[in-house]
């Protein structure tokens, strides 16, 4: 068995520092990112790495590795470099890197040799790498990149045609898709143009509108009123909104009362919100009462939910004179307007729809199909979203269904002059795109983002969260509209066709891209397989065929694919179905088959969440047993994991364990955003773990004792935190990071059971529980995954709390107060995941029920929130002032004197309870101010609401230490770089 470099070595930190420059541009995302939806890509960079590292040796050259990656310099020293020049002012031009963002770069001809020749020392002569579950399509991309044999799978038709358009479609006719594609666009406006008239009104040629604002209306139960809701009426970050101008009619009782707009440009003009938590507030003077949620809901299920127009955003062009004097270059202003009464055109919207809908219907061009009730459609179904097209209203739908009708006959014009080919095929595949990006910017989800005065995408969120307000995007409209999403989906298509195969190439010098104007035998692109399939039934790779698996597995309860993707099928199988019909013969896509923990499957039986993660556990191992049928005895399986709870962790773990697969190496890379200073609202894991697996060879052999194998787990996790640290690791992805090198060890000695019975009391009545509903007998000698994960939080508390403590005063902190400070060191935000701060309680010896909900945070749903001084004071549950309890409630009664009364309060309280003197309490100090958001007296920097208390905190604090404690506690650690980013900002 020869030993792979992804199991000795991976430069995480360079590697983490690109990926998150791979998409620190906005406006310069890669294409595959922009093409169309879906909800988890891995960065390109990390991608190529996982492949790559996966089929060479471990004694490769690691400089030509990293070269072959792209990355040609030293992305952490720049980092750094960008980080000081942002303090001090200096220029370091528009590329500081000094080379292209690594995605970019395609390898040579002679590194291409070198990958082969490399590979052949490993035994791989023609390297093969599947991918089972590819969604949106990275790992594939970067195997076709690396001239590579490709595999890929997914089991949803909307991922599997979003695959087709970023690789293999590009591979298979290059330049020419761009040619094709601009003719079928052009045609298709061309077409569209006057099916459109009258659907908007007419606008000067100075003016281009760039949204309708709308907001959901009901009647007032009280007063039969029209209410708009919308939590707030902004439009702008200036101040510009709407106010709003209550017609009283006759009073109370007269069904033609309602509400005017009027412009305003100051915030403290604005109406405010009649919508807060899911209750609205009556706008008119003389009612202004309560109308409770569940009226809400109940109006809109019955179908009493109208909307109204209350602004509309556009822009105007404006000329501009040179020096001399002359016409310069004319410049478009953003502005808004109160709505006139053409601008809603509802009468003649509603019949028009009215008299297409039956022949619509009965030609399959709108949806009809009904929205199932899941985990996420749920929410829109409450407010009587029944329809898939529910979820547009009539001027959207009216729209969204023309260009169906156009993209058809275009179709069938297209097959009736003999025209057809696998280009066109291709051709009209982006232009069904194109249509999918306007479906996602117009819907009664794309809501105005008044921050950045934008409409925002319908996904803005993985779900389907019911908007109170949406902006609608006017199709044509020059530079937006159909026109802009044509002009996105081109750009992406020449984007896409320069990466995967360029004539002229990216790279320092010939490269292996295949040149299609030489096209020939002796040069063929790689070869790739792409099916839509489930990913456990595979039958169409031969057994031990693969060299390599590379996957991004589901992320447990993370993201609902198939519930979220239904809102483009239901569109996509009516234009791009008459292109690939293969893909969408299902009414919606398969949430039966998915590898999703997703409670909605179970509704209504008992554990539902429990029985949930089982299914993602017995999914998941069904396709590893794939893999392990595919692989080749020497092969390699690398997993690319993100998720912050321990539940998914284990049963990810357990689904590799049941399938026979050991884990070898693991690391953490930091994929998904820059650490920033600027504390968040609540919690998220920016890492990606990548899990190096091999088929174990002695599976099922007699099983060891934990006992005897967590001193090893332990000794793992302790070898690895510096190394993942140094590599931009923190927070609670350091947690996670530890996860994989205690998993390691635990997998390599799987089978375990317990010499002794479990001793944990809420352990074992959870298990108790759980096999009782999976009608199992319950083994109190039974070792599982979650087992080295706890080992894991361990090490890493012990280690954090040792860093956090500078100096040893030989005392520990009481367990609350470790458990609080560990709290905000991990999830660095005051709302967190109730599960994992459990979690962390157990290895803190602190019971959450007990001791911390209702006394130190609150529960709200499956989050906790955690408190600040003042508010655990108007909660009245601030302990003892002497910290004999915990010293959290010292440190907080300090907080909160210098905060409600003043400094010298608490520097009398300080010396009232000899606190300066108490080593417990000068640790606890020290670790608070470490890990507490430095509020804005220090930094100059506005905190999120939810963080706003606990910033004042430190505030508090912090002026203590410097007036009474200076000398016995150290200034904090991060107040020095929270001074340095405040300065730069």
Known sequence: MTRRLIEDWLPIAALGEESVRERRSMTALPPTYYLHVWWARRPLVASRAAIAASILPTDVDRDKFVHLLGIHGDPVATRKRIDRARKTGDDLGLNPYGYERAFKYLPTVEEGCWLRDQCNRTGIADATVLDPTAGGGSIPFESLRLGLTTFANDLNPVATLIQKATYELPLAHGSQLAVEFDRLSRRFTKLAEPQFTGMFPHEPDDVRVLGYLWA??????????????????????????????????????????????????????????????????????????????????????????????????????????????????????????????????????????????????????????????????????????????????????????????????????????????????????????????????????????STREVIANTFNRHDFAFAWSHAEMPPLVVGDGFQWAIEQTAKCIGELVELVRPAGGVGAGPQTGFDFDQASEAQPPPAVTLTCKPGDSLDHIADASTDVVVMDPPYYDNVMYAELSDFFYVWLKRTAGYVYPELFRRQLTDKENEAVANPAKFKGEKGGKALAGRDY??????????????????????????????????????????????????????????????????????????????????????????????????????????????????GVDLYLSCFGPALEAFSQAWPLKRGAPRQDVEQTRRRKRQSEMFEEEYDPYAVTPEDALEVARREVKEWRLHQLTHVQRNVELDNLTSWFVLAWDAFEAPVFPYDEANRLAKVCGVDLERDVVGKLAEKKTSDL????????????????????????????????????????????????????????????????????????????????????????????????????????????????????????T
Request: a neutral charge; aromatic letters at 6%; glycine letters at 8%.
């Open 617 to 730: 556990q017995q999914r998941m191992a069904a396709i590893f047993a794939e893999m392990r049928r595919v692989l080749k005895p020497d092969g390699i399986m690398t997993l690319m994991f993100t998720h912050k709870a321990t539940g998914a962790w284990d049963a990810l773990t357990t689904g590799l364990i049941e399938a026979g697969f050991a884990i070898t190496a693991s690391w953490p890379i930091n994929t998904e955003a820059e650490g920033s200073l600027h504390i968040k609202d609540k919690s998220a894991a920016n890492s990606t773990v990548f899990l190096v697996c091999r088929p174990r060879t002695d599976h099922g052999s007699e099983a060891r004792y934990w006992e005897d194998v967590e001193p090893t787990v332990r000794q793992a996790v302790r070898q690895r935190i510096a190394q993942f640290q140094q590599g931009g690791i923190r």
């Open 216 to 449: 959901r209306v009901i009647r007032c139960p009280h007063c039969e009123g029209l209410v708009p809701l919308s939590p707030n009426w902004r439009l702008a970050p200036d101040g510009t909104g709407m106010c709003l101008v209550p017609l009283l009619g006759n009073g109370p009782g007269d069904r033609s009362r309602r509400v005017g707009f009027e412009l305003v440009t100051k915030a403290k003009q604005q109406s405010p919100g009649t919508v807060s938590g899911g209750d609205a507030t009556c706008p008119f003077d003389d009612c202004s009462r309560l109308i409770p949620g569940d009226h809400i809901k109940a109006e809109a299920q019955v179908g009493r939910m109208g909307e109204q127009l209350y602004a509309v955003a556009f822009k105007r062009r404006v000329e501009t004179k040179t020096k001399l004097g002359k016409r310069g270059k004319d410049k478009w202003e953003r502005g808004y307007r109160a709505p006139r009464p053409e601008d809603e055109g509802s009468g003649a919207i509603e019949a028009a729809l009215a008299e297409k809908l039956p022949e619509w219907e009965a030609l399959d061009m709108v949806p009809t199909e009904s929205v199932p009730p899941g985990h996420k459609t749920d929410e829109p179904i409450r407010y009587g979203i029944s329809r898939w097209r529910d979820m547009f209203s009539s001027r959207q739908l009216l729209g969204h269904a023309t260009a169906v009708k156009v993209f058809r006959q275009l179709v069938e014009d297209e097959k009736a002059a003999g025209r057809w080919s696998e280009l066109t095929a291709a051709g009209f595949a982006y232009l069904a795109m194109s249509l999918d990006k306007m479906l996602n910017y117009n819907s009664r989800m794309s809501v105005w983002m």
């Open 865 to 984: 929130v955690l408190w600040d001084s003042v508010t655990r004071a108007a909660k009245g549950s601030l302990g003892l002032p002497d910290g004999r309890d915990s010293m959290m409630d010292a440190l907080h009664h300090l907080a909160r004197a210098a905060r409600s009364a003043s400094l010298g309060s608490a520097n009398e309280l300080l010396a009232k309870h000899s606190l300066a003197n108490e080593p417990g309490f000068l640790v606890a100090l020290e670790a608070v101010l470490e890990v507490l958001p430095v509020g804005k007296e220090w930094s100059g920097l506005d905190l999120p609401d939810a963080a706003a208390g606990a910033g004042a905190d430190f505030d508090a604090l912090e002026k203590l230490r410097r007036l009474a404690l200076s000398e016995k506690v150290a200034e904090p650690e991060q107040l020095k770089i929270w001074q340095d980013e405040a300065t730069a």
